[in-house]
């Protein structure tokens, strides 16, 4: 379903107060975007007294990360998320289970984040939708996963992505959950916000054809699609 808010603000109002909601059932595992797009849900879900006694019992798994980046790098996933969530909730080493852009072996690296989830079911996905539709690091063109896998990054990703970094960076491959994993979390928000975003918004809604990975989200009652006033100004309110 499509729920369309008037601002980015009230988007990242929604999302946060259901973070909070989720953050309340029994055994809360959350696999999160990192990107601009979240980063004001998080402030609104941190900046909320009554979560921090609660996060204790919070586990967070990783959706994606560059290959080659190592995790202490300024651009990584994990530094993003650090920065917007992880140190504003005070969660400690631990209840982080994230993606290992450096590891030695990247199949055993996909196993590993595999194997926890097989054990810790995800109970809230947020998604942020890229340039080019992708879902995670799950670029056009990438087969629908079970599991997580590594993937080539389309040239489009490649570019927008420097902007995480401060200075040009070589960016080829990414190590991701598959769309299937994100689709068997018990509830999933995909939010996308801004003008910017309109015309793949656009796309996704009204071209099958496209065959865009956010449009394997589609269709579920789980699964919803939060955008703002502008990134919705080219398709009709459901």
């Known amino acids: 379903m499509i729920q369309v808010f008037a601002t980015e603000e009230e988007v990242a109002e929604a999302i946060a107060r259901e973070m909070k909601e989720h953050l309340a059932y029994e055994h809360p595992v959350f696999c999160l975007a990192s990107g601009s797009t979240p980063q004001k849900s998080y402030m609104k879900f941190a900046a909320d007294a009554d979560i921090q006694a609660k996060v204790q019992q919070l586990n967070i798994v990783s959706l994606d990360e560059w290959v080659g980046i190592s995790r202490e790098s300024e651009g990584s996933c994990y530094q993003m998320l650090k920065q917007d969530l992880f140190s504003l909730v005070k969660l400690e080493p631990q209840q982080i289970e994230f993606f290992e852009g450096m590891a030695a072996d990247l199949e055993q690296e996909c196993q590993r984040i595999d194997r926890f989830i097989a054990q810790h079911p995800i109970t809230f996905s947020l998604m942020g939708?890229?340039?080019?539709?992708?879902?995670?690091?799950?670029?056009?063109?990438?087969?629908?996963?079970?599991?997580?896998?590594?993937?080539?990054?389309?040239?489009?990703?490649?570019?927008?992505?420097?902007?995480?970094?401060?200075?040009?960076?070589?960016?080829?491959?990414?190590?991701?959950?598959?769309?299937?994993?994100?689709?068997?979390?018990?509830?999933?928000?995909?939010?996308?916000?801004?003008?910017?975003?309109?015309?793949?918004?656009?796309?996704?809604?009204?071209?099958?054809?496209?065959?865009?990975?956010?449009?394997?989200?589609?269709?579920?009652?789980?699964?919803?699609?939060?955008?703002?006033?502008?990134?919705?100004?080219?398709?009709?309110?459901?």
């Not at 080019?132 to 990438?142: A, F, M, R, T, V």
């Not at 040239?155 to 040009?168: G, I, S, W």
């Not at 598959?178 to 793949?200: D, F, H, P, Y």
């Open 129 to 238: 939708v890229g340039m080019n539709g992708h879902i995670g690091l799950n670029e056009p063109g990438c087969p629908v996963l079970g599991h997580s896998s590594v993937v080539e990054l389309s040239e489009t990703t490649r570019t927008v992505a420097q902007k995480y970094f401060r200075q040009p960076t070589v960016l080829e491959k990414g190590i991701t959950l598959g769309l299937n994993q994100v689709a068997g979390s018990k509830r999933v928000i995909v939010a996308i916000t801004g003008e910017r975003k309109a015309e793949i918004v656009r796309e996704i809604f009204t071209n099958p054809e496209a065959k865009l990975p956010a449009q394997e989200l589609l269709g579920y009652e789980h699964i919803d699609f939060f955008l703002d006033s502008e990134a919705a100004k080219y398709i009709k309110q459901r």
